[in-house]
């Protein structure tokens, strides 16, 4: 889409390049290739601030496109002729620092991948500056490595199978499981034979083709082009479509039977309000409503009524907590002493639609709670405690500490207790750990020890009314899982089924009546 917009507002550029050109070659190549540096600069300076925005928007992508323009034109003018007089040796060291930057963009590093493109774009513009400053019949070694057949062959449809690898890499991943080695070499070979297809059938005949040209030809370069076009974004489309994960509700699990008399988990919208809002379902525990149907299924996500209890308290402001004792942490969250006593019965209280409208204060979200710690007891993890609302705990890897304001905004304002257990880089999952998000042994072991220590003695120190899971996606690149055959039972599966078995056990683990 960048692409295209560019060809758009491009040629228009183009008129007052050339007739600045006119009057002064150095100033409309020089006018380009400012604008390409400048591009990339904004480019890196959106990125700080916003990732997404920086790599899909068209200005912040621009810099690309204006760099291969801002070659053509020195190409194409007497700065070309200046560069012809620079010795082999310095055309070839160009070639081979660009070359060498090339490949360690795309291989070494955790750069983002805006600050990627700018490097990659940059040690690309050297290669190429540096091959139009070679001298005919007086090559380098990395020029003449350029040149074999094989490499100008695949420079010839490099442009077409970038066109083409997105869709077979989107394919693949949502198809199979494999690892990033394998996807690309797959995409590689596919792509490319896709490549040189298409530029025989569409590519080339479009380019060479001549007003005499018969209309047969161009009907069979037109239908060819839109059937492939067709067929890829069926098979693509449906594959993306596809869902391989099921929901792990209770109701869908093997040999549930609802608990009678249980207080159901009633689901309500949080956002402000508007019918546009992209609203988001958060779980709150209580007594049934008169109008909501008969209790169904603990841990279900079924939505509810959300009518307001008669006697539920309005949560706007958060009690005193001076009586009890505790002191007040960041956030309105308090630090208790113990957990306390548990009283009967809930009542239900609506989700206010401002839940987690706070600054987000990092020292709290990173800080507070068990988060990368072994606990001797639960009462270091608690964030709030109350004596009326739901006692709520919270289970997850880094991801799931960063919700930690919200929920205790929302412990706090409705007199609930509210615990947090996070490791970064682990699973919430008993039985489970990240291949590589936690590269030293060392952290795993805090992981297993932390997980053991939540499974086996404070969740049921703690005995919560509503368990809150979060975590990484666990099927993307780096966030692979491993099996822990000592915790569970299940070691015969592998990939998306492993994540559905060690989730299915670990939520039959966490239920209990009631919760």
């Not at 509210?418 to 795993?444: R, Y």
Request: hydrophobic share 45%.
């Amino acid at each position: 889409a960048v692409e295209e917009q560019f060809y758009v507002v491009w040629p228009i550029c183009v008129l007052g390049v050339l007739a600045m050109r006119r009057r002064s070659p150095f100033l409309a190549t020089g006018s380009v290739v400012a604008s390409a540096a400048i591009g990339a600069a904004y480019a890196l300076w959106v990125a700080d601030r916003d990732l997404i925005r920086a790599y899909y928007g068209t200005d912040t992508r621009a810099y690309q496109l204006l760099l291969g323009a801002a070659i053509a034109l020195v190409a194409s003018s007497g700065a070309a002729r200046r560069l012809g007089t620079m010795s082999t040796r310095r055309a070839g060291a160009a070639v081979a620092i660009g070359l060498a930057g090339i490949i360690a963009v795309a291989t070494v590093g955790d750069a983002s991948p805006v600050t990627r493109g700018v490097f990659a774009a940059a040690a690309t513009a050297l290669v190429v500056v540096g091959v139009i400053a070679g001298r005919p019949g007086d090559t380098s070694t990395a020029e003449r490595a350029l040149a074999v057949r094989p490499m100008v062959w695949l420079g010839q449809r490099s442009y077409a199978t970038y066109l083409w690898h997105w869709p077979f890499v989107v394919v693949l991943q949502r198809t199979f499981e494999i690892g990033p080695v394998l996807t690309a070499v797959i995409v590689a070979v596919a792509a490319t034979t896709v490549a040189h297809v298409s530029m025989d059938l569409v590519e080339r005949p479009i380019r060479a083709r001549s007003h005499r040209a018969g209309r047969r030809e161009d009907t069979i370069t037109t239908l060819g082009a839109i059937g492939g076009t067709l067929t890829i974004a069926v098979v693509a489309v449906t594959v993306i479509l596809r869902v391989d994960v099921a929901p792990l509700q209770a109701a869908s699990r093997a040999g549930f039977a609802p608990v009678e008399g249980g207080p159901t988990a009633a689901v309500a919208p949080v956002g402000s309000g508007d019918a546009g809002d992209d609203e988001r379902d958060v779980t709150t525990p209580g007594t049934q409503p008169p109008t909501a149907p008969p209790p169904t299924t603990p841990l279900s996500t079924t939505p509810l009524s959300t009518a307001p209890s008669p006697t539920a308290p309005s949560p706007t402001t958060p009690p005193s907590t001076a009586s009890r004792g505790e002191s007040t942490g960041p956030a309105g969250a308090v630090v208790p002493e113990t957990v306390p006593p548990r009283t009967e019965p809930l009542e239900r209280v609506p989700v206010p639609d401002d839940l987690g409208a706070v600054e987000l204060t990092g020292e709290f979200s990173e800080q507070s709670g068990c988060r990368n710690v072994v606990p001797a007891s639960i009462d270091e993890c608690l964030l709030t405690t109350g004596d009326a609302g739901a006692r709520v705990l919270l289970i997850g890897d880094s991801h799931a500490a960063r919700l930690k304001v919200a929920f205790g905004e929302h412990a706090a304002a409705t007199d609930g207790t509210f615990a947090a257990v996070t490791m970064n880089g682990c699973p919430w999952q008993d039985g489970l750990l990240f291949v590589d998000a936690l590269p030293l042994e060392e952290a795993k072991q805090y992981c297993r020890d932390q997980r053991d220590l939540l499974y086996d003695d404070l969740l049921d120190a703690y005995d919560p009314d509503v368990v809150v899971v979060a975590g990484h996606d666990q099927t993307t690149e780096g966030y692979e899982v491993e099996v822990r055959p000592d915790r569970l039972p299940d070691t015969s599966t592998t990939g998306v089924e492993l994540i559905e078995v060690a989730s299915r056990f670990t939520v039959d683990r966490l239920a209990a009546p009631g919760r």
